[in-house]
């Protein structure tokens, strides 16, 4: 091939063909049409070679084939081709940015960093679920901020059984919690589900999401949003124990009728409960 040649097939080369795919179509378009022995003669290759090589650029869109063996011909598409096999490889790139953008963050929260808290995201309300398997883990009372209406409604059918799981492996939990109807229908149960409960008015502080501290881990589930977030970090996770026991304290004082529902007294056992 002349020099000018050489120079089209590295551009084709660039675009996504092989050399012998650039050879190939170099040589069907300098034909316009015709058979594979034909093609493969005009670029220099077996024949058995072009069946395979023609087959990847109809692929491409680059060339079209007619007619049925042994009279079957292939015909060189427009060139203007090339320009929408690489809009299309465009498209695909912008689909793959698009995915990693959004996969990276996950990737980032899986990322083992020495010294750097651990963050993992649990979507829909199996990811919920997730989250609270993770509390049954706990080695030490939980700390709790929780609303059992937004709980209950959202997993109906989990929460039940949760409790009696939690209480089974002896994991006590400590609640701030909105002074609502299913709340004092719910710490009628505070003693066998080894609970210790502080009502808060409801109109003042009512708040949807939960939070669970316990070992070196916040939990949070958003009931709203069906999105469950895990923080592990012996930093966080300490100082979070420290703001829960400020809002303890406030949290019994609001509290008028703790000795009611509170019926374990387990307050000063265990300095940071989670609960519900």
């Known amino acids: 091939m002349q020099q000018s040649d050489h120079t089209i097939e590295e551009v084709l080369k660039t675009i996504g063909l092989s050399e012998k795919e650039a050879q190939v179509y170099l040589g069907l378009l300098e034909l316009g049409r015709g058979t594979v022995s ?30 049925k063996e042994p009279k079957q011909e292939y015909v060189a598409e427009s060139p203007d081709k090339i320009i929408a096999l690489l809009k299309k490889q465009l498209e695909a790139d912008v689909a793959r940015l698009k ?25 829909g309300k199996e990811g919920l679920m997730q989250v609270y398997e ?14 059992f209406e937004d709980m209950h409604r959202t997993l109906p059918n989990y929460f039940p059984l949760y409790y009696k799981r939690r209480a089974a492996k002896g994991i006590y939990i400590r609640g701030i919690v909105p002074d609502t109807e299913m709340a004092r229908e719910r710490i009628k149960h505070n003693q066998k589900e080894k609970r210790e409960v502080a009502l808060i008015p409801a109109d003042k502080f009512y708040f949807s999401p ?21 923080i592990e970090s012996d930093e966080i996770a300490d100082a979070m124990k420290k703001i829960y026991e400020l809002a303890w304290v406030e949290a019994k004082r609001l509290d008028e009728k703790k000795s009611d529902h509170n019926p374990l007294n387990i307050g000063k056992p265990f300095s940071g409960l989670t609960g519900t």
Do not use: C
Request: hydrophobic content about 40%; aromatic content about 6%.
């Open 134 to 147: 993770d509390t049954l883990t706990s080695r030490e009372p939980i700390l709790a901020y929780a609303t």
């Open 99 to 123: 995915a990693a953008e959004e996969l990276v963050p996950q990737l980032k929260s899986l990322h083992n960093v020495t010294n750097r808290p651990r963050v993992r995201f649990y979507e």
């Open 210 to 230: 939960e939070i669970n501290i316990y070992d070196n881990k916040v939990m949070i589930a958003s009931w709203r949003e069906k999105l469950g977030i895990i």
């Open 38 to 67: 034909a093609v493969a003669r005009r670029a220099g290759i077996n024949r058995t070679s072009g069946y395979h090589l023609l087959d990847s650029i109809i692929a491409k869109g680059l060339v079209s084939v007619s007619g």
